[in-house]
């Protein structure tokens, strides 16, 4: 009798390696939860890989028992771009963070991003460099003294969301650290998605940028400074004695007053709609930020669009279909050559 296939666990996707980060980062909870939903993906750990570039997120292939790429400061789409595009059998998931993926990396992320791999980008936005020792970085609030901004930053930050639906992104979300049912929720849908799922995750780090999402972090407060999204639902936050909504009118959200049995919708709360075929909703609420509004977490866009590696293959196909298997020595023999003589 043949023997039962074997159920992968979360244990058999945790690596040997001692995990070293600092206490209380929240890259501990982003590993536990990843390592939890693996397994549950139903997809063999000899045929997944995690690319990284540099920063504390990009660790994470040391951390995993499957196959993983350390690469250099940025670059880690462009790794991920080449093993998708020769193997598109594999599953493969980008770690990367506020520095190493929008800063000398936001190049290759948004070529990366708009080729539409079928992949997974987790972007951890913690605003902060860590593995530098605290200089600030693309998404550094303005004012935020650091080692480097010591008079406080006056750049712009990046808005991670906004910037992958710049690029084009076919499936953008945002989810916390801590917040376990949500991330492996979220992380269950990037890996469903046909196309490159980009996923920004709060992340904290207790040593140079402490508490930066508390307010999304804390269950006491999550409730009124977050924005759950839900596709086909009103975008409505707060207590339930002190619900509030958010109206989008010329692409311009405003927050809206609910009284206590009013309906959402016909006090003119916007639905939810992750399927807009124009990114310019997702946009808006890309747009929402704290204090004035709720931060919105969950899926903001999720459309499908052809992949670069199907597309690719295609071409492969007809190129094979019309001209044969080729010959190289004959290509390179072909065209305009010549013989150099002593």
Known sequence: MAAAPTIAKAK???????VRWCPGCGDYSILKNVQKVMPELGVPKQNVVFVSGIGCSSRFPYYMNTYGFHTIHGRAPAFATGIKASRPDLSVWVVTG??????????HLLHTIRRNLDLQILLFNNRVYGLTKGQYSPTSREGMRTKSTPQG?????IDPIAFALGAGATFVARTVDVDAPHLQEILHRAH???GTAFVEILQNCPVYNDNEWLEVEDRKTRVGAALMLHNGEPLVFGPKDARRGISIQDGVPSVVDLAADEDPIAAGVAVHDETHRSPSYAFALASL??????????VFR????????SMLQAQV??????RGPGDLRALLHSGDTWTVEA
């Open 289 to 298: 930020a704290r204090p004035e509004f709720p931060l919105p977490t969950g």
């Open 192 to 194: 469903a998605h046909k």
């Open 12 to 18: 058999d996707f945790v690596s040997d390696q001692d």
């Open 153 to 157: 930053s006056i750049d712009h930050p």
């Open 317 to 322: 196909d007809d190129a094979f279909e019309q």
């Open 302 to 309: 999720a459309v499908a669009k052809s992949t670069y590696e």
């Open 98 to 107: 506020d520095g190493d993926g929008l800063s000398i990396g936001g190049n």
